[in-house]
Each structure stands twice: as structure tokens, then as C-alpha cells.
């Protein structure tokens, strides 16, 4: 168990929907960062926080947003879904002020399905 | 622009057996930690290895090792003596300052009986 909890675990929803999925981090973990994963294809960076406020942005498309919230737990929404946004969404986290040390603790992931 | 480039899509390696996973970065930061992960076909990402950048020695856990060669720019992963239950995709990552965080395409190794 990674500490990291990400809901939904699987999601199926339909064309021109809106999801929104959410990401506790580890206790004590100050940076979040979200990452899509689809078939045969590795981990596209999409967005990172860091105790609240954005620190990175990656191919994250303009109908994806996220934040963080005081609690330090993020939420990523997905609108305007499309076929081509079914993939797998990773969160992950890390103490977030060690340099460059402190691996990243994955959730599970949530598996969306667009249909 | 930061990249990791991992060259081997796919690999496979007899049971017992060694095998090297190649990974190469470029990051013009001096200071920089490079991390390996492991996802089985289950999913979940699993840390395995870090190297820092002014280590002088290689990192080693268990059956892991990290054949750093800085100057070459390059951190491949070396799994001794392997086991069916390393089949897996492998992602090497390098994270520098700011957590700025970059992960490579993977490699997907396959362990024979």
C-alpha cells in the first residue's frame, strides 16, 4: 500500500461527459502530480501541484483542469470527454521539497472507460 | 529540453539469468536523482532503485543494481539472477530541481522459463 488513494478505481461514462477524479496523497506528501497512461504507451505528465499551487504543466489538454485543496488532496477534471480519453490516470506524490530525492508514491489508478 | 530515451521497447531474458535495462537522459541540471520504477501487468507503479547524481558509488537493493555512468548520461538498470515475477514494464525517471519529474517511454521485459 503506497499511502496514495485515487477514486474512482474504475469509471465507464459516455461522449461529451464531464468526470472528475480525485487523489489523496500520502500523509505529509506536499506535491501531487497527475499522469495519463493509455494503451501501450507510457506516463504523459499532465499536471503537478506543490502545496497547493501549480508548479508544472505537461500535454494536459485544455478540456482537463485540476487543483489542489488546502487539505492537500487534487482533483482532476475531465470535460468534453472523448473515446481517445479512455486511459488509465495516475496519481502520485512526494514530500515535494527534498531536491531531488524522494521517489514518487503511485496510486492505483482510475481506468476510464469512454464509450 | 529534458528527455529520457530508453531504446529497448521490449526485452526478454531466460529465468536466472542477468539483465541490463538501458536508459539515457539529458538534463542540463547539475543536481538530479534518477529513480526506476517497475509496473507488472497488474498495473500499479512500483519503486525499485535511486541514484543521486553526485553518488559516487552505484546503487544497489537486492537484486537491483544501477550501472550510473554520469558523464555518458547514463542510468541502466541491472536485475541479477531474474525471476518470472519481474516480467514487467520498467520506467526510468529523473527528477531535478523543483521536482521537476520526467519519466522514459519503458521497456517491457519478459521473463522465460
Known amino acids: 500500500d503506497s499511502g496514495v488513494t485515487q477514486t474512482p478505481k474504475h469509471l465507464i461514462t459516455a461522449t461529451g461527459q464531464r468526470v472528475t477524479l480525485r487523489c489523496s496523497p500520502r500523509?505529509?506528501?506536499?506535491?501531487v502530480y497527475w499522469y495519463q497512461q493509455s494503451l501501450d504507451q507510457g506516463l504523459q505528465f499532465l499536471i503537478q501541484?506543490?502545496?497547493?499551487?501549480?508548479?508544472a504543466k505537461g500535454n494536459i489538454l485544455e478540456r482537463f483542469s485540476a487543483q489542489q485543496f488546502p487539505d492537500l488532496h487534487s482533483e482532476l477534471n475531465l470535460s468534453s470527454l472523448e473515446l481517445g480519453d479512455s486511459a488509465l490516470y495516475f496519481c502520485a506524490s512526494s514530500v515535494g521539497n527534498s531536491g531531488n530525492t524522494g521517489e514518487l508514491f503511485f496510486g492505483e489508478g482510475s481506468r476510464l472507460t469512454v464509450l | 529540453a529534458q528527455k529520457i530515451t530508453q531504446t529497448q521497447p521490449g526485452m526478454f531474458v531466460q529465468e536466472k539469468e542477468a539483465v541490463t535495462l538501458d536508459c539515457t537522459y539529458d538534463t542540463s541540471d547539475q543536481s538530479y536523482g534518477l529513480f526506476w520504477y517497475k509496473q507488472p501487468s497488474s498495473g500499479e507503479m512500483i519503486f525499485l532503485i535511486y541514484q543521486g547524481s553526485y553518488d559516487e558509488q552505484n546503487a544497489t537493493e537486492g537484486r537491483y543494481s544501477l550501472n550510473f555512468q554520469k558523464a555518458r548520461k547514463s542510468a541502466n538498470l541491472v536485475i541479477s539472477a531474474s525471476q518470472l515475477g519481474d516480467s514487467a514494464m520498467y520506467f526510468c525517471q529523473v527528477k531535478t530541481s523543483y521536482d521537476k519529474v520526467i519519466f522514459g517511454p519503458g521497456t517491457s521485459l519478459s521473463v522465460i522459463p
Open positions: 500523509s505529509g506528501d506536499l506535491s
Open positions: 501541484y506543490y502545496n497547493g499551487e501549480e508548479r
